[in-house]
């Protein structure tokens, strides 16, 4: 009798031969069945059975076999059964009748099987269609509910843990600092580079103070400090809600009678929100800094001179605008960060994808709301 | 605080009306019908799949059945909007499949939160119903752990406790002994009685425990995941001396007794 083939064995292939007698087709498996050498194709039986009745195995020869003839007599049944064709098994192994028994044991559950395989190209475009349409709804929805929480929020009936807030503020203020510290000292640095070997061209270099001043108080101080936080608390937020969803924590809030609107996502966005502006006025501070040593250190400006110059560059106007900015790239990102957390699938990897498409939204509708800000401040004159 | 009013055994507190569970096309179980009486263990049994998670999550108002209805004593829940489902929800206590405790909260603070939220208790005193509902789950002294820092069947004990913390006159269990040695297990089993004889509460159950089911359960349905309805149902220990039909007989004898192939 044939045995399980064993593992390290080498693929010398299977064959198979047929033989037909009557109304009955004799299927001879030999030699050696192995899933590295692949499996045998059905057409071969397909197109011998015109008026046979009945299947039979004949394994007299056959060596050894592994899934592979599992597979191909699986599949076999289901043509024959197609077919009206009797397959009879007495010819088989007894470790593979068994197991395709087994196998059959559990009848399949027909709607449960996925339908998406191969489907025409008409047909992907309409489901990525209804997808992005669902999408749209799902986002203003949240939205929707977000407005409502700050609703309650204003009329003080909005129940959430002071103490959640705090944790957030923290953890989108204080903790970002060194971060911040880092990246917009260097953003001035950068710009003040820039700006020296053009403007050194025609003796401009005091004019670095001013390209270093205005450049971090209406555009870079905000956006930096908006990259930085989507990757770090934007991402973090949608990596929180979604493991809560996983973990059904967020059910066990639904089902205590607690809105996780008002207990999860309010706490995150007001926090962010109210800490970016802070950030921002730091980050513009330290940006100029930044720009200050190079100036100079290198371009031999006074420290007086570059004082002076950049107190006339800036103005009230410009760090406002640059401080509205941030407010509508903080909420952008808390929105996204809890968005995607809470409509985060039930697996680790949708937590993961979460986060990802958390940090990207966010990036991308920052940029495209300052693209929009810039337009607005230009048509008005800012 | 005492839950345990003055309502007569047999009186419906929970009534399923052609309920049909759906996810998306995919029909999970159809026309359901069954009632819960005042001081059941009703227990929810059914092979892995057939939706008795589902059934449980319809129960609590996180899915929204595909079709009919689900009411709470006189109460359509299936239609009442949200201040009432939450009021009908106070007095219902769950212990999720996975314990689902609050991972950034201590197990006090798990437990405390729902006091907090619901009751005029001050912080102390809010400390103390913590301690007793932990060490009527046998985790006293584990009121300042985090969930993270504690074993699995632990967690499920802490949810058993949070899900007590309003003294709920309904509490839903999904999977309770899951995870817990065969003594814990057994305990559990006395003190999903014991709640019941103590609070008056109604338990609902779902589990595939089956010497706990034959143990505690006062009445059940048992969900087929071929037919999609309910296939046999009432008291579990008539069913293993009377029913004859063949699935519920091999489900309660852990298959010694075979249904016959198809
Ligand atoms: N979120 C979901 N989306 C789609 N289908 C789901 C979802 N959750 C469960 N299902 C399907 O619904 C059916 C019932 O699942 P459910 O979790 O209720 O089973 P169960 O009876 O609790 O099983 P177990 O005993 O293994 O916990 C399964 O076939 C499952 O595939
Ligand atoms: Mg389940």
């Known amino acids: 009798m044939a045995k399980p083939a064993p593992i390290q064995e080498a693929a010398t292939s299977g064959t198979l031969s047929f033989q037909e007698s009557d109304s009955t087709l004799v299927l001879r498996p030999s030699g050696r069945w192995s899933v590295e050498s692949g499996i045998p194709s059905l057409s071969e039986v397909d197109r011998r059975l015109g008026g046979i009745r009945r299947i039979a195995f004949d394994t007299s020869s056959l060596e050894s076999w592994d899934s592979s003839l599992l597979t191909f007599v699986t599949k076999l049944v289901e043509l024959a059964r197609a077919q009206g064709v009797d397959v009879d098994r007495s010819g088989l192994p007894s470790g593979v009748r068994r197991l395709i028994d087994l196998a059959e044991a559990v009848p399949e559950r027909k709607d449960a099987r996925r339908k998406d395989i191969d489907r025409p190209l008409i047909e992907d475009v309409g489901v990525a269609t209804i997808k992005t349409v669902e999408e749209t709804r799902s986002t203003l929805a949240f939205l929707g509910e977000l407005v409502l929480a700050f609703g309650r929020f204003f009329t003080f009936r909005a129940r959430y843990r002071a103490a959640d807030l705090w944790l957030f503020v923290q953890e989108a203020g204080a903790k970002a600092l060194p971060i911040v510290t880092l990246i917009s000292f260097l953003s001035g640095v950068i710009l003040s580079f820039v700006g020296a070997v053009q403007l050194r061209m025609f003796g401009g270099q005091i004019y670095v103070a001013d390209l270093v001043a205005i450049g971090m108080t209406r555009e870079m101080g905000a956006l930096m400090t908006a990259v930085i936080m989507a990757g770090r608390t934007g991402a973090a937020f949608a990596a929180q809600l979604g493991t809560m969803k996983v973990t059904q924590e967020i059910d066990a809030f639904k089902a205590m009678g607690f809105e996780p609107m008002d207990f999860l996502v309010l706490p995150r966005v007001i926090a962010l929100t109210a800490m970016m502006p802070l950030l921002t006025l730091y980050a513009n501070l330290v940006g100029m800094l930044g720009g200050a040593l190079i100036g100079i250190g290198m371009l031999d400006i006074t420290p007086a001179a570059y004082y002076v110059e950049t107190t006339k560059a800036i103005t009230v106007t410009y760090v406002l605008l640059g401080l509205f900015k941030s407010l509508v790239y903080g909420a952008i990102i808390a929105f996204f960060g809890c968005l995607r957390g809470m409509t985060c699938g039930n697996s680790a990897s949708a937590v993961g994808d979460a986060t990802t498409s958390a940090v990207v939204s966010s990036i991308v509708v920052c940029v495209v709301a300052n693209g929009i800000m810039a337009v607005l401040s230009y048509v008005l004159n800012i | ?262």
Do not use: C
């Open chain 2, 1 to 262: 605080m005492m839950a345990g009013n003055g309502n007569k055994n047999g009186a419906a507190v929970i009534t399923a009306r052609d309920l049909t569970m759906a996810y998306g096309d995919f029909v999970v179980m159809r026309d359901l019908n069954f009632t819960v009486e005042q001081r059941d263990i009703f227990i929810i049994m059914g092979g892995s799949g057939s939706g008795k998670s589902t059934l449980l999550r319809h129960m609590i108002g996180l899915e929204e059945p595909a079709k009919g209805e689900i009411f709470y004593g006189e109460e359509n829940f299936t239609r009442a909007d949200e201040g009432e489902r939450r009021r009908i929800m106070r007095r219902v206590g769950v212990l999720f499949q996975s314990g689902a405790l609050w991972s950034s909260m201590t197990l006090s603070e798990n437990i405390g939160l729902l006091l907090e939220a619901n009751t005029h208790l001050n912080p102390a005193e809010i400390r103390e119903v913590a301690s007793l509902k932990l060490s009527l789950v046998g985790l006293k002294g584990f009121e300042d752990y985090y969930p993270s820092e504690i074993s699995g069947g632990m967690q499920k004990r802490a949810g058993l406790a949070r899900a007590m913390a309003l003294d709920p006159i309904v509490l839903f269990f999904d999977e309770p002994s899951a995870g817990l040695d065969p003594i814990s297990a057994h305990r559990l089993d006395e003190l999903i009685v014991e709640l019941r004889d103590s609070l008056g509460a109604t338990i609902i159950v779902v589990t595939h425990e089956v010497a706990s089911i034959l143990a505690i359960g006062t009445n059940s349905i048992f969900l087929d995941a071929e037919t999609r309805t309910i296939t046999a149902r009432g008291n579990p220990r008539e069913l293993l001396a009377r029913s004859d039909n063949p699935k519920i007989r091999a489900f309660l004898t852990r298959g010694q007794e075979p249904m016959e192939k198809q």
